[in-house]
């Protein structure tokens, strides 16, 4: 460890959100009433983030953050992953969803979140998914939550914020139908079930939802998969949180099951993926589980995660291991 802490930012100037043009110097302010060293690399369209990482000295780093929209977090986290560096992530929030930081109520305030590095933070452990391909952490989903993704453009999103997702509901549903999804689960299990929509829940629901401590548990090793057929984005919402606390479900929510290693899903025609808010591809939709795959730091919770522990406690960690 340094005297204060050493940590090396990426920084994406495109992202949409309210302090992309500010965030350098916050940075710097914070930089300097902190007395830490931080390095910032400035993200470009085809970088190859675990090439950048690995041109800069690792050993000396305490911290990666990424700074920017959800597609940076991703990114970075791959990255991370890739490498397997032990590294914790921050997330400075400067993008127009920003779905991973408000899920676990990162503050979206630069410096707020930069201070988590000083004081009132915990770091833990959490699953990611190997979604088509792509390194991803909060959900995936092929039907009617896809078709959402897909019409509610960058333009939107940066003119009305999170608003641009409810917006596009009603789009998204004329264009939705009931398709059959054949479903393998685990290479254990096959199904055949007829629904909307087929939404994917690792570490949370997105889309700006309250978390639910029986869903976000980011490290348990299983993911939950919802077939639904639903008529409002936070009508999607509301039957999954119905269907995790065992209330009663309706006539919306069909079936939810879980995995632990892989899911495949089917559908019986050609429909677009989307993972954290982003189209990613199209059907089929495949899903890996790759537990405990990076270290993130959060806002201290109430009752902390299995396997996280206080910001002071993991940095007294780290001089016992290198003493």
């Known amino acids: 460890m340094s005297e204060n802490g050493n940590l090396f930012v990426f920084y994406n100037p495109s992202a949409g959100g309210y302090y992309k043009n500010e965030l350098q110097p ?10 830490w060293k931080v390095t910032t690399h400035v993200t470009e369209k085809y970088d190859d983030y675990s090439e950048v990482l690995k041109e800069q000295p690792l050993d000396s780093f305490d911290f990666i953050a ?83 993704m897909r019409d509610t453009t960058q333009d939107v999103k940066k003119r009305y914020g999170f608003l641009a997702y409810f917006l596009k509901v009603g789009e998204a549903l004329k264009r939705t139908s009931q398709v059959n999804f054949l479903l393998k689960i685990d290479g254990e299990m096959t199904e055949t079930i007829r629904g909307a929509d087929v939404f994917v829940a690792n570490a949370g629901l997105g889309l700006n939802m309250k978390p639910i401590k029986e869903l976000l548990n980011p490290s348990d090793g299983v993911v939950s998969v919802f077939v639904t057929r639903p008529s409002s984005v936070s009508g999607l919402m509301g039957i999954i949180r119905k269907a995790i606390k065992g209330e009663k479900r309706g006539i919306d929510i069909i079936r939810r099951y879980e995995f632990r290693k892989h899911l495949e899903v089917y559908p019986d025609k050609v429909m677009l993926v989307q993972s954290d808010g982003d189209i990613i591809g199209t059907s089929p939709l495949k ?10 730091v959060i806002p201290t919770r109430e009752t902390a995660f299995p396997g996280f522990v206080s910001l002071k406690e993991y940095l007294a960690k780290l001089v016992n291991t290198s003493t």
Do not use: C
């Open 26 to 35: 916050i940075i710097e302010k914070w930089q300097s009433d902190h007395n």
């Open 66 to 148: 990424a700074s920017g929209g959800d597609g940076t977090v991703s990114l970075v986290m791959e990255a991370i992953h890739k490498l397997r560096l032990s590294l914790p992530l921050l997330i400075i929030p400067t993008g127009t969803g920003n779905l991973a930081a408000k899920n676990f109520n990162i503050p979206l305030a630069p410096l707020k979140s930069l201070d988590l590095l000083i004081e009132n933070s915990e770091i833990g452990s959490v699953d990611l998914m190997k979604v088509n391909g792509s390194y991803r952490m909060l959900n995936a989903g092929v039907g009617f939550n896809s078709r959402l």
């Open 287 to 296: 899903v890996e589980l790759i537990p405990s795959a990076i270290q993130l």
